[in-house]
């Protein structure tokens, strides 16, 4: 079974804070993804990472940053959390080639800016 | 652009209702089609991956069936326990092999006792 993990359920924090989202996946994926999701907006994609130390620009990438430095992890920063940045974050791996497509999504971190 | 729309918004059943969830696509070249649940603060569980018109997946109560512009999710006789929202995704030819999944709204069921 795939397993992607989040390393916060829940996290609150205020404005102006830099603020880490880790994601670990365990099936040795090479994408991996981060959206947002708010009602009424659905999922949006923030940025995505084909391989180690690449990163490309989702539909919304303002505000946020990314990092990957080894295959398994892949970290969104939030460089000045504003309130707007309130939202449920999800993690995303899929594997390349391989005939499959599939995305598999970690719980999610439910983040609030104050 | 590559568009998913999913109909209803919300759907309500009685227990042992069956019926179906409608998703719409537009996308330049379909490389695949997904659908996923998502329980209430939970990420989406994925369900299944159609490739080509005709093809149909089953799982437990669930169906999926598509033609070359929707995509509909059969429900055969649910319980309660398929309370859920249900989400559709698309996958373009020109997404690379980057796997970049275009998703709808989404369609939330309540199933009743």
């Known amino acids: 079974d795939v397993k992607v993990t989040q390393s916060s359920r829940y996290l609150v924090k205020r404005t102006g804070e830099k603020v880490f989202l880790e994601c670990v996946q365990d099936?040795?994926?090479?994408?991996m993804f981060w959206y947002r999701q708010d009602p009424g907006l659905g999922l949006r994609l923030i940025y995505f990472?084909?391989?180690?130390?690449?990163?490309e620009k989702g539909d919304i990438p303002e505000g946020y940053s990314v990092s990957r430095e080894k295959k398994e992890r892949f970290s969104l920063i939030l460089e000045s959390a504003s309130t707007n940045q309130t939202s449920m974050y999800l993690c995303?791996?899929?594997?390349?080639?391989?005939?499959?497509?599939?995305?598999?999504f970690g719980p999610g971190t439910r983040l609030t800016v104050t | 652009e590559d568009q998913v729309t999913q109909s209803p918004e919300a759907l309500r059943l009685q227990e042992g209702e069956s019926s179906s969830l409608n998703c719409s696509y537009t996308?330049?070249?379909?490389?695949?089609l997904f659908w996923y649940r998502q329980d209430p603060g939970k990420g989406p569980e994925f369900l299944f991956t159609?490739?080509?018109a005709g093809e149909e997946k089953e799982k437990e109560r669930l169906k999926a069936t598509l033609t070359k512009k929707e995509s509909f999710l059969h429900i055969t006789a649910p319980k309660p326990e398929d309370s859920a929202t249900y989400l559709c995704?698309?996958?373009?030819?020109?997404?690379?092999?980057?796997?970049?999944?275009?998703f709808g709204a989404g369609t939330r069921l309540a199933v009743h006792p």
């Open positions: 995303a791996s899929s594997p390349r080639g391989q005939g499959r497509h599939e995305q598999y």
């Open positions: 099936m040795d994926h090479e994408n």
């Open positions: 990472s084909y391989d180690v130390k690449m990163k």
């Open positions: 996308v330049s070249g379909l490389r695949g």
């Open positions: 159609l490739y080509s």
């Open positions: 995704a698309v996958q373009g030819l020109f997404s690379g092999g980057y796997n970049k999944l275009i």
